[in-house]
């Protein structure tokens, strides 16, 4: 395959396949498995956790070895963990098969963008991430559809058959994906335990040097600390909260799988015509920052009203802004992570960003769940709301910083190979 076909296959499959996982996950969760607030945001704090402590390593093995192969790892171990986690009722196996996701994940963060960039050029990024983000949006559609079909025989179905999807993924990209424009960070002589640890250095080394990775960084930290109570709680509190419209006299749970079909639907007709715009605004780092700062803060205006909202449908509205919010952002914040990275250390210095998202969400997960186990979920998303206020004015800061995606060589040249 071309490079972007490739990439197109890799972002409309992983896109189908979480649908049809994660439309109903929650609902099989709470209403199967009966898990309260504070256990389920303990399932994500597990995931991070396992995510943290292993996303500087496998980031490294991106950079050392192959971003290809790194890929297909992280498809494999995320197909099998949702495979389990929906063959089992037992909360500490589940737990473990979130720890497996958590590893998975790890092995695609960095990777795919770093692949990518390697394959096609930094130049040409922004207007593949933007049409990969339009093609997930409708592959997702399709999948939230699968998700309600499966659901409507069995709840725990959609993770078994979604986790099954992701391992046919890998097996498809085995055979067509290529690397061409990898440029692994080695040394003759040096063995394959000592380059993962001077990649490692290299990528340390790389995030110190620039400021606006260091940046990057602290977004990351508040941003993950506030979605991590509003992705695991969200359902929860429509579930407990609200009185569901009739919907042609079909279960409650279609309206989960109608919610996710709306919001995609509704952020690709609006990012479809703004595609040129926001491609624009890829072009520098300072309207980058711009954009995600617009974004960022209707993301948060969503959640308040969400937190706060008096009956289903003004509930609903929030949701789906919010969702059109990240739609807007996600690509613009991955081509600025891609303008502040050096293309050898890449890989790793994205995971380093992936880890500060990962420690928020563990800092942040477990006490928001607890609040919404004691004083109700209104309260616990207000908080999680708040938690993403600080993150604000970095956008600013960086807008006004200089681009400085390219570290200075003495910074590097420090590092011992």
């Avoid at 199967?32 to 996303?55: C, I, Q, R």
């Avoid at 380059?195 to 080394?205: P, V």
């Avoid at 400085?404 to 590097?412: H, Y």
Wanted: charge should be neutral.
């Amino acid at each position: 395959m071309k490079a972007t076909h490739a990439y197109y296959l890799l972002e409309g499959g992983q896109s189908f396949s979480m649908a049809v996982i994660w439309t109903l996950a929650t609902v099989y969760f709470v209403e199967s498995l009966h898990l309260d607030p504070l256990k389920l945001v303990l399932l994500g704090t597990a995931l991070e956790a396992a995510y943290f402590v292993t996303e500087i390593p496998t980031g490294v093995v991106a950079d050392v070895y192959s971003r290809r192969l790194s890929i297909l790892i992280g498809l494999s171990i995320l197909g099998a963990s949702f495979l389990l986690a929906g063959l089992t009722a037992e909360f500490s196996l589940l737990v473990a098969t979130q720890v497996a996701a958590g590893i998975g994940f790890t092995f695609l963060s960095g990777a795919t963008t770093a692949w990518l960039a390697g394959e096609i050029g930094e130049d040409a990024v922004g207007p593949v991430l933007i049409r990969a983000g339009q093609i997930g949006r409708v592959t997702g559609v399709l999948g939230a559809i699968v998700s309600a079909a499966l659901a409507s025989l069995a709840l725990h179905l959609p993770l078994v058959i979604g986790g099954g999807l992701m391992l046919a993924l890998a097996g498809v990209l085995l055979a067509g994906m290529r690397e061409h424009g990898f440029k692994p960070v080695r040394v003759a002589g040096v063995s394959p335990w000592r380059q993962t640890w001077q990649g490692f250095r290299l990528g340390a080394a790389a995030v110190r040097a620039a400021p606006l990775l260091l940046m990057l960084c602290a977004l990351e930290l508040f941003m993950g600390a506030s979605m991590e109570g509003v992705d695991r709680l969200g359902d929860a509190h429509l579930l407990q909260n609200f009185t569901f419209p009739a919907l042609a006299g079909l279960p409650t749970a279609y309206w989960f799988a109608a919610l996710h079909i709306a919001g995609s639907v509704l952020t690709f007709v609006v990012v479809e015509p703004l595609r040129p715009r926001l491609e624009k605004l890829t072009h520098t780092p300072a309207t980058v920052a711009y954009g995600l700062l617009t974004f960022d803060a209707l993301s948060l205006i969503a959640v308040v009203g969400f937190a706060t909202a008096g009956n289903f449908w003004v509930a609903a509205g929030c949701l789906l802004l919010r969702t059109l919010a990240f739609g807007l952002g996600a690509p613009l914040f991955q081509a600025w992570q891609v303008q502040n990275t050096r293309p050898e250390t890449r890989a790793t210095a994205l995971s380093f960003v992936g880890q500060a998202h990962a420690f928020g969400e563990m800092a942040g997960g477990p006490g928001v769940g607890w609040i919404g186990s004691t004083f109700g979920l209104r309260t616990a998303l207000l908080v999680a709301a708040a938690l993403l206020a600080p993150a604000l004015p970095f956008y600013l800061f960086a807008a006004r910083r200089s681009p400085e995606a390219e570290v200075a060589p003495t910074e590097l040249e420090a590092v011992d190979l």
